[in-house]
């Protein structure tokens, strides 16, 4: 039986059992995880060491209509708009800074940045988008409502996550799955790093930017 004290340990291995996984190559991570994403109604929350833009196919119902049979992109921070607006919550979590396309991007969207200003939580609790940086953090992980975990070698990156082309994207495994217990580790530590509950002990924390346990923003 697992204790509290257990879980708040970032160093464990679990007893061996069965679990129900898929395993995504390549081109697979944009069809599983970016369609998961898509497709998410509570909340999504994603690790990642580097965080690029990530363009994605247009399927709106109106882009469609104007392409014809043309593909047509977008930004996947536009996607997380659309997300928000439909009261999702989104969490990106990662190490180096945003690259400077995907500053440029989200500069494009106010509704985004209006979650990312230097307020205290309490003074913003209709916050939904929301990003904080740890230089630990290696972890790639995304979950999905709480249902959907992708746990690989996959960074936020279109090479990552099988957007660029054949020829082009990274060679990534990784594995899918909806078990619970595995659910519960994966936002546990994803939880405890968020909101700063290790910056305490920090052998870095000198050499840390901005220690999330003193984060407001």
Excluded at 70 to 95: K, T
Excluded at 111 to 139: D, I, Q, S, T
């Amino acid at each position: 039986m697992r204790t509290e004290r257990d879980d708040a340990r970032l160093d464990f291995v679990r007893p061996a059992r069965p679990v129900t996984l898929s395993l995504v190559c390549g081109r697979g991570h944009y069809d599983t995880v970016i369609g998961a994403v898509r497709g998410a109604r509570l909340g999504v929350w994603i690790a990642t060491a580097n965080l690029k833009e990530l363009m994605v196919e247009d399927d709106r119902w109106s882009s469609r209509r104007r392409r014809g049979r043309q593909a047509a992109y977008r930004s996947m921070i536009g996607v997380f708009s659309d997300l928000v607006a439909s009261r999702v919550e989104i969490r990106l979590l990662h190490a180096a800074p945003p690259s400077r396309a995907f500053r440029e991007e989200l500069g494009r969207h106010p509704e985004l940045l209006a979650g990312l200003r230097r307020k205290a939580p309490a003074l913003r609790p209709n916050a939904l988008f929301e990003m904080r940086a740890c230089p630990r953090v290696h972890l790639k992980a995304v979950v999905v409502d709480g249902r959907f975990l992708y746990l690989g070698s996959a960074n936020w990156t279109g090479a990552g996550l099988g957007a660029k082309g054949t020829g082009r994207r990274n060679f990534e495994l990784g594995l899918v799955t909806d078990d619970t217990l595995l659910l519960d580790d994966v936002r546990e530590l994803f939880d405890r790093i968020w909101r700063g509950a290790e910056c305490g002990a920090c052998k870095l924390r000198a050499e840390c930017p901005g220690p999330l346990d003193r984060v407001t923003a």
